[in-house]
């Protein structure tokens, strides 16, 4: 009998997963337009992928709003239902927008799959990248807010009542007793939340007076990249959407100039409102910096919708007025992807030249431009770095010695 299952072996760690085969779907409403939806769509892929599913295939549809049963008309189910048919590889299909629990329902029933949406899909990558007590807390609390209102007695461990005697309620049926469980799962989070947070808050008051320092971005932008150069530290970083889940602190000295520096969760578009919301307390490090570091994916196609959403979640966190230093990263991608090979050095540089010149005066905060995978113009920004610290030194302790 052949050993299938490889027991002992040091290279094998678990069970491997089977990769999973999806459909994304997206539809155009009044809201939106082709471009927008299929930019959104393109990230839904990327979003896949770092969840570990392979998109085979996309459909969209032009609608005035979204079907309230089926999301998408009775045609283009239709549609989908036959492509799903002639490939029995495909066990998933991810909606773009939101779903309600009986879109869900009919749509599981109607194409016999799996059916998720945009939120289910971040939150199980959060869920898959959480690491501390914190994020994992957080995680969980959002997933049971995102929960409670779509129950449908998916749940396999609460199909049964608690029964027996001094257990049976006046006739409580199962939906009811699921939601009393979930609320009474989201009250015991939110505690343990508090808990956790009052902890954080502890630390951070044990820091001392040193500036703080944090870097912010839409996901994937290369913050952490970015961190490693600057603390010369050894943080993850991966090109996969989240990389990034638990808040990183590191103490940093430009020459004899302390400071601290912190890694945030990268944000997007459309992220699920409970997901920021459990997370306010991961982005406290936001809100008790002195300096936020706004780290920009130049080569993307949509940085400026990036730049838009990233501002927007600031205003939300009451951060907006805090001093900021954009730093558009990916320089050298930005030429690879756009610039003609054939283009001698002195035309290049004159065009790039251009394009900083044209973005600079766009934005009111400071501005800088590197590579931080090639470390190019990082000399630049940890002098300017430096010079924006020491003026909130400056400030904050007017009176107080400096030594650098």
Same mark, same amino acid.
């Given at each position: 009998?052949?050993?299938?299952? @490889?027991?002992?072996?040091?290279?094998?760690?678990?069970?491997?997963? /089977?990769?999973?085969?999806?459909?994304?779907?997206?539809?155009?409403?009044?809201?939106?337009?082709?471009?927008?939806?299929?930019?959104?769509?393109?990230?839904?892929?990327?979003?896949?992928?770092?969840?570990?599913?392979?998109?085979?295939?996309?459909?969209? #549809?032009?609608?005035?709003?979204?079907?309230?049963?089926?999301?998408?008309?009775?045609?283009?189910?239709?549609?989908?239902?036959?492509?799903?048919?002639?490939?029995?590889?495909?066990?998933?299909?991810?909606? /773009?927008?939101?779903? %309600?629990?009986?879109? =869900?329902?009919?749509?599981?029933?109607?194409?016999?799959?799996?059916?998720?949406?945009?939120?289910?899909?971040?939150?199980?990558?959060?869920?898959?990248?959480? #690491?501390?007590?914190?994020?994992?807390? @957080?995680?969980?609390?959002?997933?049971?807010?995102?929960?409670?209102?779509?129950?449908?007695?998916?749940?396999?461990?609460?199909?049964?009542?608690?029964?027996?005697?001094?257990?049976?309620?006046?006739?409580?049926? *199962?939906?009811?007793?699921?939601?009393?469980?979930?609320?009474?799962?989201?009250?015991?989070?939110?505690?343990?939340?508090?808990?956790?947070? @009052?902890?954080?808050? %502890?630390?951070?008051?044990?820091?001392?007076?040193?500036?703080?320092?944090?870097?912010?971005?839409?996901?994937?932008?290369?913050?952490?990249?970015?961190?490693?150069?600057?603390?010369?530290?050894?943080?993850?970083?991966?090109?996969?959407?989240?990389?990034?889940?638990?808040? %990183?602190?590191?103490?940093?000295?430009?020459? =004899?100039?302390?400071?601290?520096?912190?890694?945030?969760?990268?944000?997007?578009?459309?992220?699920?409102?409970?997901?920021?919301?459990?997370?306010?307390?991961?982005?406290?490090?936001?809100?008790?910096?002195?300096?936020?570091?706004?780290?920009?994916?130049?080569?993307?196609?949509?940085?400026?919708?990036?730049?838009? %959403?990233?501002?927007?979640?600031?205003?939300?966190?009451?951060?907006?007025?805090?001093?900021?230093?954009?730093?558009?990263?990916?320089?050298?991608?930005? #030429?690879?992807?756009?610039?003609?090979?054939?283009?001698?050095?002195?035309?290049?540089?004159?065009?790039?030249? *251009?394009?900083?010149?044209?973005?600079?005066?766009?934005?009111?905060?400071?501005?800088?431009?590197?590579?931080?995978?090639?470390? *190019?113009?990082? @000399?630049?920004?940890?002098?300017?770095?430096?010079?924006?610290?020491?003026?909130?030194?400056?400030?904050?302790?007017?009176?107080?010695?400096?030594?650098?």
């Amino acid at each position: 009998m052949s050993d299938n299952w @490889q027991i002992g072996k040091a290279k094998k760690k678990g069970i491997k997963k /089977d990769l999973e085969y999806a459909i994304v779907v997206g539809v155009i409403s009044k809201q939106s337009t082709e471009e927008q939806v299929t930019e959104y769509l393109d990230e839904l892929e990327f979003l896949a992928e770092t969840a570990g599913a392979v998109t085979v295939k996309r459909f969209t #549809q032009k609608l005035p709003h979204p079907d309230v049963r089926t999301f998408v008309g009775k045609g283009k189910l239709e549609e989908i239902y036959d492509y799903i048919e002639a490939h029995e590889e495909i066990s998933l299909v991810i909606f /773009d927008d939101d779903l %309600t629990g009986k879109q =869900t329902g009919i749509l599981e029933e109607e194409l016999k799959v799996k059916i998720i949406d945009r939120s289910t899909l971040i939150l199980d990558i959060f869920a898959n990248r959480a #690491q501390t007590a914190q994020a994992k807390t @957080q995680v969980e609390l959002a997933q049971m807010q995102y929960l409670l209102p779509r129950l449908r007695g998916l749940w396999t461990h609460l199909e049964r009542q608690r029964g027996g005697i001094g257990m049976r309620g006046p006739g409580e049926q *199962e939906i009811e007793t699921d939601r009393r469980i979930v609320r009474d799962k989201i009250s015991l989070l939110k505690k343990r939340l508090a808990k956790i947070d @009052q902890q954080a808050q %502890t630390r951070r008051k044990n820091r001392g007076q040193l500036i703080r320092v944090s870097l912010i971005g839409y996901t994937n932008v290369g913050k952490s990249t970015l961190m490693n150069v600057l603390s010369k530290s050894e943080v993850f970083a991966e090109n996969k959407l989240f990389a990034t889940l638990d808040t %990183t602190v590191r103490k940093v000295v430009f020459e =004899t100039m302390p400071f601290l520096l912190s890694d945030t969760v990268g944000f997007i578009r459309k992220l699920p409102h409970h997901l920021v919301e459990s997370f306010k307390s991961t982005l406290d490090e936001l809100k008790e910096a002195d300096l936020l570091v706004h780290v920009v994916d130049m080569a993307h196609p949509q940085y400026e919708d990036h730049i838009k %959403t990233v501002e927007k979640t600031i205003q939300e966190l009451d951060s907006s007025n805090k001093k900021t230093l954009m730093v558009f990263n990916k320089v050298d991608l930005y #030429q690879e992807l756009y610039f003609d090979k054939l283009l001698e050095e002195e035309t290049r540089t004159d065009l790039l030249n *251009e394009l900083k010149s044209s973005i600079t005066t766009r934005y009111d905060h400071e501005v800088r431009f590197i590579s931080a995978l090639k470390k *190019e113009g990082i @000399q630049d920004l940890r002098e300017k770095l430096k010079s924006m610290i020491v003026d909130l030194y400056e400030n904050r302790y007017p009176y107080q010695p400096k030594t650098w």
